[in-house]
C-alpha cells in the first residue's frame, strides 16, 4: 500500500526517536532510531540495522545476518555530508537522489540507474519528483519527509533509510554552521579586546 509520509517524534527516553509511517490521521509505527554509548541503531520490521555514519560522505546501515546482512548506503558529493549539495541512496535495486535546493528546502528524486559508478551522470533539473523535507527548527527531533508519485511506492524500508539520510543530512548541516560560528567568535574576540584596550 503506497505510503505518504515518514514522520520521527521527540525520544520520550532522550535517545530513542519513534519513527511512524503514515498520513498524520493514521500512523503506524514502524521502528525507532537509537544512539547508545556513541552506537547508533535502527530498529525495524523486527529487525536492527547497525548505522555508520561520520564526517565522510558515506552512510551505511547494514541488516541483521537474519535478513541477509544487507547493506544500504548514501553517498554525497563533497568531502563531507555538511558540504554535500547531493546525496545518492541505494536501497536494493532502488536508487535516489536526496538534493539540497536552497538553505532549508529538501527534495528527493527518482535515480533509477543513474548518478552512481560506471552510470550515467543524473540530469537534477530533468529527473522526476519523489519527495521533499525542510530544514526547520526543531526538524531534528521532529522529522517528516513527504512522499509523492512514484515515491510513495518505495518499499518502506527504503522510505525509513531515506528518512535517516534526511536527519544525518539536517545535523550535519547544523554542526558544521555551529563549528563556523565558534572559530568566528574565537578570532573575533581577542580583537575587541585589543581594541577596548586600545592597541587597535
Known amino acids: 500500500m503506497p505510503n505518504p509520509d515518514i514522520r520521527w517524534t521527540a525520544p ?15 500512523m ?34 547494514t541488516t541483521s545476518p537474519d535478513t541477509g546482512s544487507q547493506v544500504f548506503t548514501a553517498t554525497g558529493d563533497a568531502e563531507s ?9 541505494t536501497v ?20 533509477s540507474g543513474k548518478g552512481g559508478p560506471g552510470q550515467e551522470e543524473l540530469d537534477l533539473a530533468a529527473a522526476t519528483k519523489i519527495g521533499q523535507f525542510q530544514s526547520e527548527s526543531g ?15 518505495l518499499p518502506l524500508d527504503a522510505q525509513v533509510f531515506i528518512s ?5 543530512m539536517m545535523e550535519s548541516r547544523v554542526i558544521s554552521s555551529t563549528w563556523a560560528i565558534t ?18
Open 12 to 26: 520520550s527516553d532522550g535517545h530513542t526517536f519513534p519513527i511512524y509511517a503514515g498520513a498524520v490521521a493514521d
Open 28 to 61: 503506524e509505527r514502524v521502528g525507532e532510531f537509537c544512539v547508545e554509548r556513541d552506537t547508533a541503531t535502527l530498529r525495524f520490521a523486527g529487525d536492527t540495522w547497525q548505522l555508520e555514519a561520520g564526517k565522510q560522505p558515506v552512510m551505511r546501515a
Open 81 to 89: 555530508f555538511g558540504r554535500s549539495k547531493n546525496v545518492l541512496c
Open 92 to 111: 536494493d535495486r532502488h536508487q535516489v537522489v536526496v538534493h539540497q535546493e536552497s538553505r532549508k528546502e529538501f527534495i528527493i528524486l527518482d535515480a
Open 139 to 153: 526538524a531534528l527531533k521532529n522529522i517528516h519527509v513527504q512522499f509523492e508519485g512514484a515515491g510513495q511506492s
Open 164 to 168: 535517516w539520510v534526511a536527519r544525518h
Open 183 to 200: 572559530i568566528f567568535l574565537v578570532i573575533l574576540i581577542p580583537l575587541i579586546v585589543l581594541y577596548l584596550i586600545g592597541v587597535l
